[in-house]
């Protein structure tokens, strides 16, 4: 064959080699390459898709962050609900909480979920706040039935017979609540993490507006250069950085983590009020 045959072949094998090319890309991209589990999104454009998608079933709406301990403690219970209930809901879980999407990568590579999980990046999450008249406090679950509408929420972890049982409530009247629905509370004890150097002015002042909201026994230190603390922090999956910071729990749900004693006042009236 001649080699003016042979480079005839080209063009064509290049079209061929393309799209396999494109999609293997576009798989790692969205999915981050991890077997069994679902999509990792990015954007309020993805979100948007799969609530437009959600093919008329109601939608399990769970707003979180990694540095939430209530928060990844409910994920394996979302997890199972999703498996349990596939013909019957869709389960997203929204990333709020991460300035950047290294911390949810990281998180998901060693506790990979079946159902999508999006990722939105500050300002994004700010409007979806505003959408959904949002508390600063995560985890946050709302129940949308199968017309699109919100018929409640959720402020704080839950069990799996909770997400089941309201989930089968919408199954059987997909159109009950019509607006927001009524909240359940944050029952429980009001509890302070406060991250830093013992020995930080900071993080005296923290600990000490800490205890004034809720008692000595109440209020948790732990200092990041101490194997313990550091060990704690990681297993809590506190922030690792920007410390020194305070985080308020009520229940199960927690405020994000703040730096002054004004923002853990506002931070932990928030909680209260919800």
Do not use: K
């Not at 409910?74 to 019957?88: N, Q, V, Y």
């Not at 949308?144 to 919408?170: C, K, N, P, Q, T």
């Not at 800490?210 to 109440?218: F, N, P, Q, W």
């Amino acid at each position: 064959m001649s080699r003016a045959r042979e480079g005839a072949w080209l063009p064509l094998l290049i079209l061929l080699l393309v799209p396999v090319a494109i999609h293997a890309v576009s798989g790692r991209h969205h999915s981050g390459s991890r077997p069994g589990a679902g999509p990792v999104l990015f954007g309020t454009r993805s979100l948007d898709s799969l609530l437009a998608g959600s093919r008329g079933l109601p939608v399990v709406l769970n707003l979180w962050a990694t540095w939430c301990t209530p928060c990844a403690g409910e994920l394996p219970d979302l997890d199972s609900l999703s498996r349990e209930f596939s013909d019957r809901c869709l389960v997203v879980a929204v990333d709020v909480g991460d300035p950047d999407s290294t911390a949810l990568l990281a998180f998901l590579s060693g506790a990979p979920l079946s159902f999508p999980v999006v990722w939105l990046d500050p300002e994004a999450s700010d409007s979806l706040q505003l959408r959904y008249a949002l508390p600063e406090m995560v985890p946050v679950t709302i129940f949308i039935d199968s017309s699109g509408a919100e018929a409640s929420r959720a402020y704080g972890a839950r069990s799996y017979e909770y997400f089941a049982s309201a989930v089968s409530g919408l199954a059987a009247c997909p159109t009950a609540g019509g607006g927001g629905g009524s909240p359940a509370g944050t029952a429980g004890t009001l509890h302070v993490t406060v991250v830093g150097p013992a020995r930080d002015s900071l993080t005296c002042i923290l600990v000490e507006a800490a205890e004034s909201l809720t008692g000595r026994e109440a209020v948790t230190i732990l200092d990041p250069g101490d194997p313990a603390g550091a060990a704690a922090i990681d297993s809590l999956r506190l922030p690792p950085s920007g410390w020194p910071y305070a985080q308020p729990c009520l229940g199960g749900a927690c405020g994000r983590p703040v730096h002054s004693p004004a923002e853990l006042v506002d931070a932990v009236g928030l909680l209260q009020n919800h």
